[in-house]
């Protein structure tokens, strides 16, 4: 199953759930699941949308990417995992990191994230000027401080395009203090996993059809949306409105 839940609330609680052949690859349940709920979102006006859609490097893919950001307006957290090119794809001076897709300053070292110089347009500046690094590799042993531009205040900056290719060059930079934090929050899917694996005993589910498995995983998250809504009540006070005894007490 391929499941999409919320993150960073109080709560984390899923919003989508899909059933898949197990050959299927995540990129494509993804890409399957999101525009089902994109879809249901926009067209029904709930009141709600996705502004960040996080996944692990499984789903790394230009088509993902594209979809994502492009057609559905989202700003993907997603890990590399593949091949990196060596340089930009338009712009061959310019050098990538082979794990993060970041630019390469004059040294070679991966450039720190530096907000943005507007919309779809990321920014980054020396790594040793925002202190990622304490020395420049081509700094001399006798001039340890040295840097390439010392009268600038960023040193060397690069500005790349999003749009140029939003797979190695996201809205939300890999090397930046958001990416990361927000790609910390995806724990929450193996917390909900590990809750729909144990309360729906699927380990001794012997199921062959396919409307057998959603239905027990529908039921699996029905619940676990209702145990969320009456967590912080008294449970003698739940049952009493659940049965009608308020308003019977107050006719007497």
Request: glycine share 10%; with cysteine; net charge positive.
């Amino acid at each position: 199953f391929y499941e999409i839940i919320t993150v960073g609330g109080p709560k984390e609680l899923p919003l989508f759930i899909g059933l898949n052949p197990a050959n299927t690859h995540d990129s494509i349940a993804s890409m399957k699941a999101l525009s089902n709920l994109t879809r249901f979102l926009r067209r029904d006006r709930v009141g709600y949308d996705i502004d960040v859609f996080i996944a692990d490097c499984g789903h790394d893919g230009e088509p993902l990417h594209h979809y994502v950001y492009k057609d559905l307006g989202i700003q993907p957290v997603i890990p590399i995992s593949g091949e990196v090119p060596a340089v930009h794809p338009i712009r061959k001076e310019l050098g990538l990191d082979p794990k993060t897709a970041i630019p390469l300053c004059g040294a070679g070292c991966p450039m720190a994230s530096w907000g943005t110089a507007g919309e779809g347009r990321t920014s980054y500046i020396c790594p040793v000027k925002a202190g990622k690094i304490e020395r420049c590799p081509l700094a001399p042993d006798e001039d340890p401080e040295r840097v390439c531009r010392p009268d600038q205040k960023y040193g060397p900056t690069v500005v790349l395009n999003v749009a140029d290719n939003p797979r190695l060059f996201p809205v939300i930079p890999r090397g930046s203090k958001k990416f990361k934090d927000l790609y910390n929050k995806r724990s929450g899917c193996e917390r909900f996993h590990a809750y729909v694996k144990g309360i729906g005993h699927f380990g001794d589910c012997g199921h062959r059809r396919w409307s057998f498995w959603i239905i027990r995983l529908y039921m699996a998250a029905i619940l676990q949306h209702a145990r969320a809504w009456v967590e912080s009540m008294d449970a003698e006070v739940h049952l009493r409105k659940v049965l009608g005894m308020e308003e019977v007490s107050a006719a007497a």
